[in-house]
């Protein structure tokens, strides 16, 4: 029999006041796996966190973490999750060793059991040689990773991670990376938010699409690509005039007859068109957009990116395309 989900929600509405920011959203996440979800600023995703860890009530809908309602039997689920949030939230005067047991006894753990627990987080995580310095002394990488390991300390079933390396520098993202990788491999299920979307594309199973409080797209990171483009073709114009030029006669959306731009740049007069990656199709778009060959100065093909489809599947309805903005 298959394993039940480590989430479930189902039709989970949220407003405030009278601004909706969640309209009816499922999700289904298996154990022992990445789930992403990926959206812009105010589309809803801290909010379904919210929700999802008994933080927030929803006004209509329900989700089970881990078989448990978060509405029934909210105690429950609280003890079968965990939540690390954007900052850090540690105390920094204490030494990281400290602030592990202090969480190991809140947690309800005796002082032997929270002393021991605490030696085996630093370890995970590498963090026994700084074990007993204040945790200000840390790097941004090492503060996060205190971070996790005190949500971790109760061992959950589920962790939410909300945007869990905003700040980092590409090393200590890398390192974090490598922890969810560790997680999941323990059988952890991670829920996680980002603004980086390499970091879904390279960590998640599976990733959700959420927009303006509604999931518009839900798959692995190659079903989500493919429903863009299997490729994407970057050209480079000649002059600021040619872009201009190209990026008004292109539609905001794709359509049946015509390519919308997926990438526009115009710092470097870039535009990205999906494709499908043969020459037929390639020559045809060149043809199309520059009868003359005299405005597109070189290309590029390259595989869609989560960018693509983030962009293509986010953007409002009936914007205005702006030239002068870069969409990157």
């Given amino acids: 029999m298959p394993s039940p ?18 309209r009816g959203i499922d999700l289904h996440v298996p154990p022992g796996t990445v789930f992403a979800l990926l959206g812009p600023n105010g589309a809803g995703k801290t909010t379904a966190v919210r929700i999802l860890a008994t933080l927030t009530a929803p006004d209509a809908g329900t989700a089970l973490i881990a078989g448990h309602d978060i509405r029934t039997h909210r105690r429950e689920a609280r003890r079968c999750l965990s939540l690390t949030g954007q900052y850090a ?6 030494t990281g060793a400290e602030n592990l047991r202090m969480m190991g006894r809140l947690a309800g753990l005796s002082r032997r059991e929270a002393r021991a627990r605490a030696a085996a987080l630093l370890a995970r995580f590498d963090l026994t040689d700084a074990a007993d310095r204040q945790v200000g002394t840390y ?20 962790i939410f991670l909300d945007e869990p390396t905003t700040g980092l520098d590409p090393r200590s993202r890398k390192e974090m990376w490598d922890v969810v990788r560790e997680l999941t491999a323990r059988g952890t299920t991670v829920f996680l938010t980002t603004q980086y979307l390499e970091e879904a594309d390279r960590l998640a199973d599976r990733i959700a699409v ?18 863009v483009a299997g490729h994407r073709l970057d050209l480079t114009v000649t002059s600021r ?38 020459a037929h199709h390639v020559r045809t778009l060149l043809d199309e957009l520059d009868p003359h060959h005299t405005e597109i100065e070189s290309f590029v093909l390259r595989g869609a990116t989560l960018d693509d489809v983030f962009l293509t599947l986010t953007r409002p309805a009936n914007s205005p395309q702006d030239p002068t903005h870069a969409h990157v």
Avoid at 89 to 94: H, L, T
Avoid at 144 to 155: E, F, K, M, Q, Y
Avoid at 210 to 227: C, D, F, I, Q, Y
């Fill in 241 to 278: 005039e040619a872009y201009l030029r190209l990026t008004s006669s292109l539609p905001a959306t794709a359509t049946a007859t015509a390519t919308a731009a997926t990438h526009r740049s115009p710092e470097t007069l870039t535009l990205g068109i999906p494709t499908d990656g043969s």
């Fill in 5 to 22: 989900p480590a989430i479930q929600a189902t039709a989970l509405y949220k407003s405030y006041g009278s601004l909706p920011v969640l």
């Fill in 89 to 94: 939230a540690v105390d920094e005067k204490q």
């Fill in 210 to 227: 959420l927009h303006e409080g509604r999931v518009v797209a839900e798959g692995t990171a190659a079903m989500l690509k493919s429903r």
């Fill in 139 to 158: 790097s941004g990488g090492m503060r996060r990773r205190v971070d996790l390991a005190a949500g971790l300390v109760r061992d959950p079933e589920v």
